[in-house]
């Protein structure tokens, strides 16, 4: 499985990015997908995370911000930010999780900047 991440940038705090990655390979063996993200001197961590079912979670952090969508028919998932924050700032890593829901597949990071 490849995941092909893009849509990172540097944008003013209250501002918008939508981030998109493709997956491509053996994308039967992809159950959920979702977002991580590691800011500089910090632990990764889960950003947003959707099933193959639409079924979605995400970190306090984000929720009422962030919104992950998914097209299975392209193989594809999405993170729409809204109202970014300076503490967005973070490489954000697409990832997929095998059907044993362990994050076994990730993309390459993107970068997020959010200034003040």
């Known amino acids: 499985v490849q995941l092909q991440a893009s849509g990172g940038g540097l944008v003013q705090a209250g501002g918008s990015l939508r981030l998109s990655c493709a997956a491509s390979g053996s994308i039967f063996a992809i159950n959920a997908m979702g977002w991580y993200r590691r800011a500089p001197g910090k632990q990764r961590e889960l950003v947003a995370r959707?099933?193959?079912?639409?079924?979605?979670n995400y970190a306090d952090s984000v929720k009422g911000r962030f919104t992950i969508s998914r097209d299975n028919a392209k193989n594809a998932v999405y993170l729409q930010m809204n109202s970014l924050k300076p503490e967005d700032t973070a490489v954000y890593y697409c990832n997929a999780d095998n059907w044993d829901n362990a994050p076994v597949y990730w993309g390459q990071g993107t970068q997020v900047t959010v200034s003040s």
């Open positions: 959707i099933t193959k079912g639409g079924y979605t």
